[in-house]
């Protein structure tokens, strides 16, 4: 592997997709995938997005955790967790069915679609029970391991749930941390990864973990719906120039 084949304008674009992705991240709890893979999967193929994405992504919300297990709910993320286990497999084994172009509308029109769940505000009103958290997790799994979209279900479970902001915010992170280092272990075991989109992963790393700190650090309970206004507008602005219409 030679530095050339690393050191590109592509580099450069997936590290402003990452920084992006990092802001919303930090402040969100969520949406990083949602910005980063509809923007990346523009100038590098599906799995290379998602190898990239999977390995910033372990190291970029570090200094958010210590913060989210004091203010989330860690048993109900290990739950979530255990859902993964099962689904994601079965995800990744769709993702290798999929042709690039297939990717990118995947990933768009999930973000999208689940953008204007949120909007509209159509969310799951009743109890969280222990199988609906396994069996969300689940789902998860299979939607992240065939787009790298994880978060969806769970988004829309704890955003419809009587839970603080805090601890949604807290739950998503943790969750969405065991899902990227899940897919990275998958990705590792089946031979899909390779070492350029890992290298690529560790350099634009640093960005994110830098955005993460700033989105982490304006984040104020209190002027929530502000932040969420901007992270919809940057993840709706996103899916919509990653279609693959547009080349």
Request: with cysteine.
């Amino acid at each position: 592997m030679g530095w050339e084949t690393i050191l590109t304008p592509e580099l450069a674009w997936v590290a402003f997709a990452a920084t992006l992705a990092g802001l919303v991240r930090g402040f969100a709890g969520f949406g990083t995938a949602m910005v980063f893979l509809p923007l990346a999967s523009q100038v590098v193929s599906p799995f290379w997005a998602l190898s990239i994405m999977v390995v910033m992504d372990v190291i970029g919300p570090l200094p958010t955790v210590p913060r989210a297990l004091k203010d989330g709910h860690p048993k109900d993320v290990l739950r979530l967790t255990a859902g993964l286990l099962v689904g994601m497999p079965i995800g990744v084994w769709l993702l290798t069915l999929m042709a690039p172009e297939v990717f990118r509308y995947a990933v768009s029109i999930i973000a999208l679609v689940l953008l204007v769940a949120l909007i509209m505000g159509l969310r799951y009103r009743g109890t969280l029970t222990k199988p609906l958290i396994y069996g969300t997790g689940g789902l998860g799994g299979v939607l992240g391991g065939a787009s790298g979209l994880a978060g969806p279900p769970v988004i829309m479970l704890y955003m419809a749930s009587t839970h603080s902001a805090a601890v949604i915010r807290a739950n998503l992170m943790l969750y969405l941390i065991c899902a990227d280092a899940l897919m990275l272990l998958l990705f590792a075991v089946t031979g899909f990864i390779t070492l350029t989109p890992v290298v690529m992963g560790l350099i634009v790393a640093v960005p994110y973990l830098l955005a993460n700190m700033v989105g982490a650090a304006i984040f104020k309970p209190e002027y929530e719906k502000a932040y969420r206004v901007a992270a919809y507008a940057i993840i709706a602005l996103s899916a919509l120039t990653g279609l693959p219409v547009w080349d």
